[in-house]
C-alpha cells in the first residue's frame, strides 16, 4: 500500500484547510486510515481515524467538533476537513493505513505511512 498525503499549508486561525491521503496498491488489504500529527518538540499524536469499507470514524478530543474525515470510495481518497483551525493545530500531519488488524489511536497498529504535509495556523 502507498499513501500520498497532501493538501497542508498555510492558514490563519479560525481558516479552513482539507488534506488527502490517497491510497494505491493492495487497497483491498486495508482495515482502517489513520491520520497523526506531530508538532516541533513533541511526540506524534492521534487526531484521527476512518475505517476503510464501513467509514466509522473517531476522532482526538482536541479536534472533536472541528475536524472531520471521510473516504471517496472511488477515488480510494481519505480526506481530513479541517476547520476553525488553532494554532495549537500547526505540525506535520500524517496518513497511515493499517493492514493487520482494525486499528485505532495506537500508531504502532499501522503499518504503512505516508509522508508528511505540513500545516500552519498563524494567529
Known amino acids: 500500500v502507498q499513501l500520498q498525503a497532501s493538501g497542508g499549508g498555510l492558514v490563519q486561525a479560525g481558516g479552513s484547510l482539507r488534506l488527502s491521503c490517497a491510497a494505491s496498491?493492495?487497497?483491498?488489504?486495508?482495515?482502517?486510515i489513520g491520520w497523526f500529527r506531530q508538532a516541533p518538540g513533541k511526540e506524534r499524536e492521534f487526531v484521527a481515524y476512518?475505517?476503510?469499507?464501513?467509514?466509522?470514524?473517531q476522532y482526538a478530543d482536541s479536534v472533536k467538533g472541528r475536524f472531520t474525515s471521510s473516504r471517496d470510495y472511488a477515488k480510494n481518497t481519505v480526506y481530513l476537513q479541517m476547520n476553525s483551525l488553532k494554532p495549537e493545530d500547526t505540525a506535520v500531519y500524517y496518513c497511515?493505513?493499517?493492514?493487520?488488524?482494525?486499528?485505532?489511536?495506537?500508531?504502532?497498529?499501522?503499518?504503512?505511512w505516508g509522508r508528511g504535509t505540513q500545516v500552519t495556523v498563524s494567529s
Open positions: 497511515a493505513a493499517a493492514v493487520r488488524l482494525l486499528a485505532g489511536v495506537r500508531d504502532y497498529d499501522y503499518d504503512y
Open positions: 496498491g493492495r487497497t483491498f488489504d486495508i482495515y482502517t
Open positions: 476512518i475505517t476503510w469499507t464501513s467509514s466509522i470514524t
